[in-house]
């Protein structure tokens, strides 16, 4: 292992650069140590930083810190608010960029400070991919099942990342500007934009392709050992989302059913001990007169937390251990909208990750005070009147972490909507109880009133994947069921003066449903500007 850790930090030179060079790569070398033998191929599709981690450590073969994918969107979305008062009176100071996202405005999302949390490592595994892909039939070769595996693997993960950038940069429609889809490392090539058919027909092809080399190759079943190495189930899985965006419920319902047969664990949240919440600060909430009235606990799931990223390795629901720093989470409170879809009471989830607080503790001194003499921290009754029940909550799980890999949780979802858009309700009710079995405290709960319609599976869809996966959701929806589904929030033109309140509204054909790219990188590459920013 240590040998190929060793590999991949050569390799790593050739991608690993900032993202305007990502065009002008060359692809015969990395560094001093040149591309000729398999073995190098299969270590650089089998690296853990091209999923789980943004790095690994070339001495230790330890990752850290995962990259922030897909983070640009989470403020944009109807399942986050940041309302007014607490806005200006908690978060101004140690929060404008996010204010400025969620009032959609188009300067902080075109900066290259932003570039960082999908374009750039995004771009650079594609890159990566196609090194391998490029090599695969010219370096010295091994066994005819390594051979298989490594392009399976490398064409999985090229269209896996054209995904990524798909459903953050371009509009729904077959019709709209697409991603286009590099294919090759040749530097100074610039992929033309195309149609969005266009991307999606290649990343079908690459996933046809993928499937059937790691058929070949005998990987047809789950690993859950080396789940960061892409599997059949791991491809049909993916599929299966892909084909959910689309609307394509037919192919989504075969793909889920297929993945679920290999690989079909779900953690019962209740009975996990290693998400026992412990707390560990306390909060008054003070009246009129300044006594306490009430008091806020807040709670983590520490053993989760100490691991840190190696708890989302070991997380047991996994096809392929991605995830993102949810940088932005931290402090963008979940919306009134979201809240309400909650039982408070029985649901782990909320219990385990929406215990936290985030947004209330980053607020500082501006909202939450501290007695100088007991040095007990309280809330003003004049603060507590900025509130409202859902700012004090954003998701928090896997010390911050987002999953974007793949889940057993995704596959039942996605086939109880299939089912319940097929006019099966009685079959999506008995998939979404065998879910929510495992997501709330007692059977009772879990069963009580599910009927399996569509509606009642989106609602389960938005509480198990979080405010994170919202945006996307709402994408598809508006695109393959014409749902209608408008952005509606109350902003502040000027952040810092409670009086220029303006009513937000984005429609469903906004065109800035397509993120904008980085000015500089629009340039660099003829590409137009998306429609609607400035």
């Given at each position: 292992?240590?040998?190929?850790?060793t590999?991949i930090?050569?390799l790593?030179?050739?991608?690993m650069?900032?993202?305007?060079?990502?065009?002008?790569?060359?692809?015969?070398?990395s560094?001093?140590?040149?591309?000729y033998?398999?073995?190098?191929?299969y270590g650089?599709?089998?690296s853990?930083d091209?999923?789980l981690?943004?790095?690994?450590?070339?001495?230790t073969?330890?990752?850290?810190?995962?990259?922030?994918?897909?983070?640009?969107?989470?403020?944009?979305?109807?399942?986050?608010e940041?309302?007014?008062e607490?806005?200006?009176?908690?978060?101004?100071?140690?929060e404008?960029?996010?204010?400025?996202?969620?009032c959609?405005?188009?300067?902080?999302?075109?900066?290259?400070?932003?570039?960082?949390?999908?374009?750039?490592?995004?771009?650079?595994?594609?890159?990566?991919?196609n090194t391998?892909?490029?090599?695969?039939?010219?370096?010295?070769?091994?066994?005819?099942?390594?051979h298989?595996?490594?392009?399976?693997?490398?064409?999985?993960?090229?269209?896996?990342?054209?995904?990524?950038l798909?459903?953050?940069?371009?509009?729904?429609?077959?019709?709209?500007p697409g991603?286009g889809y590099r294919?090759?490392?040749t530097a100074?090539?610039?992929?033309?934009?195309?149609?969005?058919g266009?991307t999606?027909e290649?990343?079908?092809?690459?996933?046809?392709?993928?499937?059937e080399?790691?058929?070949?190759?005998?990987?047809?079943?789950?690993?859950?050992?080396?789940?960061?190495?892409?599997?059949?189930?791991?491809v049909?899985?993916?599929?299966?989302?892909?084909a959910?965006?689309?609307?394509?419920?037919e192919?989504?319902?075969?793909?889920?059913?297929?993945?679920?047969?290999?690989?079909?664990?779900?953690?019962?949240?209740?009975?996990?001990?290693?998400?026992e919440?412990?707390?560990w600060?306390?909060?008054?909430?003070l009246?009129?007169?300044?006594?306490p009235?009430?008091?806020?606990?807040?709670?983590?799931?520490?053993?989760?937390d100490?691991?840190?990223?190696?708890?989302?390795?070991?997380?047991?629901?996994?096809?392929?251990?991605?995830?993102?720093?949810?940088?932005?989470?931290?402090?963008?409170?979940?919306?009134?909208?979201?809240y309400?879809?909650?039982?408070?009471?029985?649901?782990?989830?909320?219990?385990?990750?929406?215990?936290?607080?985030?947004?209330?503790?980053?607020?500082?001194?501006?909202?939450?005070?501290?007695?100088?003499?007991t040095?007990?921290?309280?809330i003003?009754?004049e603060?507590?009147?900025?509130?409202?029940?859902?700012?004090?909550?954003?998701?928090?799980?896997?010390?911050?972490?987002?999953?974007?890999?793949?889940t057993?949780?995704?596959?039942?979802l996605?086939?109880?909507?299939?089912?319940?858009?097929?006019?099966?309700?009685?079959?999506?009710?008995e998939?979404?109880?065998?879910l929510?079995?495992?997501?709330?405290?007692?059977d009772?709960?879990?069963e009580?009133?599910?009927?399996?319609s569509?509606?009642?599976v989106?609602?389960?869809?938005?509480?198990?994947m979080?405010?994170?996966?919202?945006?996307y959701?709402?994408?598809?929806?508006?695109?393959?069921?014409?749902?209608?589904?408008?952005v509606?929030?109350?902003?502040?033109?000027?952040?810092?003066?409670?009086?220029?309140?303006?009513?937000?509204?984005i429609?469903?054909?906004d065109?800035?449903?397509?993120?904008?790219f980085?000015?500089?990188?629009?340039a660099?590459?003829?590409?137009?500007?998306?429609?609607?920013?400035k």
């Amino acid at each position: 292992m240590r040998k190929i850790y060793t590999i991949i930090a050569l390799l790593g030179a050739l991608v690993m650069a900032s993202c305007s060079d990502f065009l002008d790569e060359t692809t015969d070398k990395s560094g001093s140590a040149y591309i000729y033998h398999m073995d190098q191929l299969y270590g650089l599709t089998g690296s853990i930083d091209l999923y789980l981690f943004e790095r690994v450590d070339a001495e230790t073969g330890e990752g850290s810190s995962s990259g922030a994918y897909l983070t640009e969107a989470l403020p944009l979305t109807d399942a986050v608010e940041l309302t007014p008062e607490f806005y200006v009176h908690g978060l101004r100071a140690s929060e404008p960029t996010t204010y400025e996202s969620y009032c959609w405005q188009g300067e902080t999302l075109m900066t290259s400070m932003w570039m960082m949390w999908t374009w750039t490592p995004v771009w650079e595994r594609i890159y990566r991919f196609n090194t391998v892909l490029e090599y695969l039939d010219k370096v010295i070769q091994t066994t005819e099942a390594i051979h298989d595996q490594v392009e399976g693997e490398a064409r999985f993960g090229r269209a896996y990342y054209h995904f990524m950038l798909l459903t953050q940069y371009c509009l729904w429609g077959d019709d709209k500007p697409g991603i286009g889809y590099r294919d090759n490392a040749t530097a100074g090539e610039v992929p033309g934009r195309k149609t969005v058919g266009y991307t999606l027909e290649r990343i079908y092809e690459d996933l046809r392709l993928a499937e059937e080399a790691l058929t070949k190759a005998g990987r047809t079943t789950f690993d859950k050992a080396h789940n960061f190495r892409p599997t059949v189930p791991t491809v049909q899985a993916f599929r299966a989302r892909v084909a959910l965006y689309r609307g394509d419920y037919e192919l989504a319902l075969s793909n889920a059913t297929e993945a679920l047969k290999a690989h079909n664990t779900l953690v019962d949240f209740k009975n996990e001990p290693e998400y026992e919440l412990e707390e560990w600060n306390w909060i008054s909430v003070l009246d009129e007169e300044g006594e306490p009235m009430d008091e806020i606990v807040v709670s983590s799931m520490f053993e989760l937390d100490d691991m840190d990223t190696e708890a989302v390795a070991k997380y047991e629901e996994l096809y392929l251990p991605n995830v993102s720093w949810e940088g932005l989470g931290g402090t963008c409170p979940i919306s009134e909208s979201f809240y309400e879809l909650w039982d408070r009471e029985n649901d782990a989830r909320w219990i385990h990750f929406y215990s936290s607080c985030t947004p209330l503790l980053m607020t500082g001194e501006n909202l939450v005070e501290m007695d100088t003499n007991t040095f007990e921290q309280y809330i003003s009754y004049e603060n507590w009147q900025y509130l409202k029940p859902w700012n004090l909550y954003s998701y928090s799980r896997f010390a911050g972490n987002s999953l974007i890999g793949m889940t057993t949780a995704e596959m039942y979802l996605i086939k109880a909507e299939c089912e319940a858009r097929g006019g099966h309700e009685g079959t999506a009710a008995e998939t979404l109880k065998t879910l929510r079995r495992t997501r709330f405290m007692d059977d009772v709960s879990a069963e009580t009133g599910v009927t399996g319609s569509v509606q009642e599976v989106l609602d389960e869809r938005l509480r198990e994947m979080g405010a994170f996966w919202r945006f996307y959701d709402v994408k598809r929806l508006n695109g393959a069921e014409n749902a209608g589904i408008y952005v509606r929030r109350e902003i502040l033109t000027d952040p810092t003066d409670l009086s220029t309140r303006v009513q937000l509204e984005i429609a469903p054909d906004d065109p800035r449903w397509a993120l904008p790219f980085y000015t500089f990188e629009a340039a660099t590459m003829g590409w137009e500007q998306n429609g609607g920013w400035k």
